[in-house]
T-cell receptor, first 112, second 110 residues
Framework: DTGVSQDPRHKITKRGQNVTFRCDPI?????LYWYRQTLGQGPEFLTY????????KSRLLSDRFSAERPKGSFSTLEIQRTEQGDSAMYLC??????????FGPGTRLTVT | QKEVEQNSGPLSVPEGAIASLNCTYS??????FFWYRQYSGKSPELIMS????GDKEDGRFTAQLNKASQYVSLLIRDSQPSDSATYLC??????????FGTGTRLQVFP
């Protein structure tokens, strides 16, 4: 079993640019989650999918953030018009329905 | 009141001792409980899950859940320096999303 993979691992971007991150879940997992973590805090839920359906979005997810999982396999998270406050580790996790969530290595975003 | 609370630490224990990490949660509807270990600069790694009252043991780790008192704890027996990390408590309530505490930093000294 390969684990959850994320790409890129690091991203440095200038304020105002758009960025897109990719997550590939564990192959038999039908649920995929996105979280964001800043220094000294626990991960904070952003959104999750069951297959290709987006089931829940956090109120924290502004309209600059969009996530997709078009074929129920990999997912992308896009941030438009990045702001310095978007600097964080973006974590993806996957699970078989209703069970433990396993995290990928994360994408560290720095907005300058 | 935060939904999931943990003492931020650091909790310092000598090698070979038992480390006891605690977590309280506010929502009585919480259904599933998880402990993750996170090394500095890395992503969280699942080490224990517990769903019903009582103890659950896995190797050197024991998770304890008391729903009446709304707390969950993690015991690490025979602590090793390699156990030094931040331990995150996570809870899910109704939907699948996890609510995390801020983590407790554990330091195991030789």
């Amino acid at each position: 079993d390969t684990g959850v993979s994320q790409d890129p691992r690091h991203k440095i971007t200038k304020r105002g640019q758009n960025v897109t991150f990719r997550c590939d879940p564990i192959s038999e997992h039908n649920r995929l989650y996105w979280y964001r973590q800043t220094l000294g805090q626990g991960p904070e839920f952003l959104t999750y999918f069951q297959n290709e359906a987006q089931l829940e979005k956090s109120r924290l997810l502004s309209d600059r953030f969009s996530a997709e999982r078009p074929k129920g396999s990999f997912s992308t998270l896009e941030i438009q018009r990045t702001e310095q406050g978007d600097s964080a580790m973006y974590l993806c996790a996957s699970s078989a329905q209703g069970y433990e969530q396993y995290f990928g290595p994360g994408t560290r975003l720095t907005v300058t | 009141q935060k939904e999931v609370e943990q003492n931020s630490g650091p909790l310092s224990v000598p090698e070979g001792a038992i480390a006891s990490l605690n977590c309280t949660y506010s929502d009585r509807g919480s259904q599933s409980f998880f402990w993750y270990r996170q090394y500095s600069g890395k992503s969280p790694e699942l080490i224990m899950s517990i769903y019903s009252n009582g103890d659950k043991e896995d190797g050197r780790f024991t998770a304890q859940l008391n729903k009446a008192s709304q707390y969950v704890s993690l015991l690490i027996r025979d602590s090793q320096p390699s156990d030094s990390a931040t331990y995150l408590c996570a809870v899910n309530i109704i939907t699948d999303k996890l609510i995390f505490g801020t983590g407790t930093r554990l330091q195991v000294f030789p």
